[in-house]
């Protein structure tokens, strides 16, 4: 028998809600809440109350003496709880004593209500009209009793109106919105971050506005790669990464005297937070370019000679491949933590794209307005780093704000940046307070940038936010299921993260992972202009997905390798060739790098690789095709594969490369630079493959890879590594 509607006056709401159900019943109960979403919100809506009433109760009482036989109590507003005789009422007995609901809930909830309704008419009479412009929309129950469904509740936009013309309606539907005719919104005071929306907030959410004191930040677990047999495993596949939070979170932390968590520091991202100084694609096509930049070939092309093919190899472009978006180099020397290993560097430029020649932009700004936001390294930093982006756009460009606390509300309709002044007003206005329904922001921004589409366009979703959600679907699971789905959409994810004490750095990364996008942790106004100004291409514009690199060793010159870094972007062999398994983006102008650190036949093996017995079976067949070799020079060959921006078919690049016992100190200074940074990496992440590095060596190598420092980034490096040393002992 299928389980009637929850009715919203059933007792069983609440009872469940302040967990006065006997086990059993709460069991059966908890089957009818999973498949009844109104119920279950109705159930939050209980708890929120409950919560926030509580709190006022506790911060507006005066420590009194308590009097055993009292049973009833009102409610004055702005003033200590007294008892119907006059009497105060003790604190600790209220909230002790036992109360039966729904009857104190709609009691009291009506009491609340109202003291709010003629708190808003009062103070937005007093109001100039100018500042009474938009409207937060809040989902209602419908009059038949039936609430409003998740999908309205997103979909609807925001009602434009004057409070002191009596505007009580229902918010006004978009012609572009998908929500169905009969949803109803309350409009909840005011303009959304002004001081009557931010009441409701925390009114209807019931969480603390500040963050805790004590740190809740949150840190997925990595492992280091370990070294990895080429005769059991040739073949090492992985997917792109640009993502560079690690660094500058990294930062924040050596800055405050604060040795990083091992499982923030991820190598990759440290490594690929610096430009280097790669060349781009040549002409027509894209190609191989030599670790020095001096020379590129083209299509079929042969291997040039000298000293170059010394580290390079020829290229090969695979049918479909006629204009790559990337130019990819190679170099190999040797590891400066471990001489007797070579280290392989492998590095792509993407092509660029100036701000005049991009598409026209299509953007919505997804932020975080939550309590947890309310300090000064978040929402104020968040409305500087933005006003600096707006200012970079052109005037054909679009933006839209929408917002998420306890609801979801649009700030700000697409809007043409020629209308700059609308779009800085909006954000100036913004203030935080509430708790954190990530998810229904998150499908709120989707629907405005797919009601916005420009074919052909830029249309991304700008996340900036903490991470600390903890209303709606929070686990991150959950946010990153609906991340993937979206990303169906054609609308790409730029994630920026902020503040320090409860940052969910694990969840931003899978969200930016999963969101065909990046990730960046804006510690500063500087990171902000780096990152929104000075790297606005690679931003903003994606020139290739789901990018996945394929790494073949020649088992004749290679005993084993380990990939540095990457840790949680491996992929299966199997999944290079599979174009429905998604990878990483690349954006204009960005360099991507990844380094392997190789044991040449004829090296001791580390004593950490441990012994696999010998294949009884197929022996003979492995030795047969060792022997059959036909390029034993080649160490190894690097295979690449992408789709275009809009594409669901991917293309192929292959690069073979040589070694010829080149140097360290014969290394380019970018080989350097970037060794030097993946050592700094391992060291803090107390690596096991770390080797001989040490504080000074690193400098060392980082020193000897600055040539030209535009930004002033690397010298900014040897500073913290210097700083570092300290917190290391």
Not at 459 to 481: C, H, K, M, P, Q
Not at 675 to 690: I, Q, Y
Request: charged residues 25%.
């Amino acid at each position: 028998m299928v389980q009637p509607t929850i009715l919203p006056d059933d007792p069983r709401l609440t009872a469940y809600a302040l967990d006065e159900m006997a086990p059993a019943e709460r069991v059966e109960f908890e089957e009818f809440l999973q498949q009844d979403a109104a119920a279950r919100r109705a159930v939050a809506e209980i708890r929120a109350t409950v919560a926030a009433l509580t709190r006022a109760l506790v911060s507006e009482a005066e420590p009194v003496a308590a009097k055993p036989d009292l049973a009833h109590a009102a409610i004055v507003p702005g003033h200590d709880p007294r008892r119907l005789d006059g009497g105060l009422v003790p604190i600790k007995g209220l909230l002790n004593k036992r109360i039966k609901f729904p009857t104190f809930y709609y009691v009291v909830s009506g009491l609340a209500a109202a003291c709010f309704a003629v708190f808003f008419v009062y103070w937005d009479k007093s109001r100039p009209t100018h500042e009474r412009k938009t409207y937060m929309a809040v989902p209602l129950v419908a009059a038949k009793g039936e609430a409003v469904s998740e999908s309205a509740a997103v979909n609807l936009p925001v009602a434009e109106g004057n409070a002191d013309e009596g505007d009580t309606t229902l918010a006004s539907v978009s012609p572009q919105s998908a929500a169905p005719a009969q949803a109803g919104y309350l409009l909840a005071g005011g303009s959304v971050g002004g001081r009557v929306g931010n009441q409701w907030a925390k009114m209807k959410a019931g969480f603390p506005l500040r963050e805790p004191e004590s740190n809740t930040e949150a840190y997925a677990f990595r492992k280091d790669n370990d070294y990895l047999r080429v005769a059991d495993q040739p073949l090492s596949t992985f997917s792109v990464d640009v993502d560079t939070a690690a660094y500058a979170n990294v930062r924040r932390f050596i800055l405050q005297g604060q040795r990083p968590p091992a499982d923030a520091v991820r190598v990759e991202e440290m490594v690929n937070y610096f430009p280097y100084n790669y060349a781009g694609p040549v002409g027509e096509v894209g190609g191989l370019v030599s670790a020095d930049g001096r020379f590129a070939t083209r299509g079929e092309g042969t291997p040039p000679t000298g000293e170059n093919r010394m580290t390079s190899g020829e290229s090969k472009l695979t049918a479909g491949a006629a204009n790559p978006p990337f130019a990819a180099h190679l170099e190999v020397a040797s590891a400066p933590w471990a001489p007797e290993h070579r280290l392989v560097r492998i590095g792509l430029k993407g092509r660029e794209v100036s701000d005049a020649a991009r598409p026209a932009a299509n953007l919505v700004f997804l932020l975080d307005v939550s309590g947890s936001m309310d300090e000064p390294n978040k929402l104020p930093l968040v409305k500087q780093s933005l006003r600096l982006l707006v200012g970079k756009l052109r005037p054909d460009d679009r933006v839209a704000i929408a917002v998420y606390a306890g609801a979801s509300g649009l700030v700000l309709p697409s809007t043409v940046v020629a209308h700059k002044a609308e779009i800085f007003e909006a954000i100036d206005r913004l203030q935080a307070e509430g708790s954190t329904n990530g998810a229904l922001g998150i499908q709120l921004a989707y629907d405005i940038a797919k009601a916005n589409f420009i074919t052909g366009g830029v249309n991304r979703v700008i996340l900036a936010t903490d991470g600390d959600f903890n209303v709606g679907v929070t686990s991150e699971g959950g946010l990153v299921r609906l991340i993937e789905e979206k990303a169906k959409s054609g609308v790409f994810l730029s994630v920026l993260g902020f503040g320090m004490g409860n940052l969910k750095d694990g969840t931003l990364e899978q969200l930016a992972d999963k969101g065909n996008g990046n990730y960046a942790y804006i510690d500063s106004l500087a990171e902000a202009k780096k990152a929104l100004v000075e790297q606005a291409g690679g931003t903003l514009v994606t020139i290739a997905k789901d990018v996945k690199l394929q790494v073949e060793f020649n088992p004749a010159v290679v005993q084993a390798y380990r990939l540095i870094g990457y840790e949680n972007r491996l992929l299966a062999k199997e999944d290079f060739n599979n174009d429905k398994i998604d990878a990483g983006e690349i954006g204009a102008g960005h360099t991507v790098t990844a380094l392997y650190e190789i044991v040449p036949v004829g090296v001791e093996m580390p004593k950490d690789i441990p012994a696999v017995d010998g294949l009884k079976y197929q022996v003979a067949e492995n030795s047969k095709a060792k022997r059959q070799s036909p390029k034993s020079e080649e160490m190894l060959t690097v295979k690449i594969r992408y789709k275009e921006p809009a594409g669901e078919v991917s293309s192929k690049l292959e690069f073979p490369l040589f070694d010829r016992g080149g140097r360290f100190e014969d290394a380019t200074p970018d080989f350097k630079f970037a060794s030097a940074v993946a050592a700094f990496g391992m060291v803090l992440r107390d690596s096991p493959h770390k080797g001989s590095a040490t504080i000074a060596d690193i400098t060392a190598w980082g020193r000897a890879g600055i040539v030209s420092d535009v930004g002033g980034y690397r010298h900014e490096f040897l500073g913290l590594v210097e700083r570092s040393e300290a917190l290391l002992r």
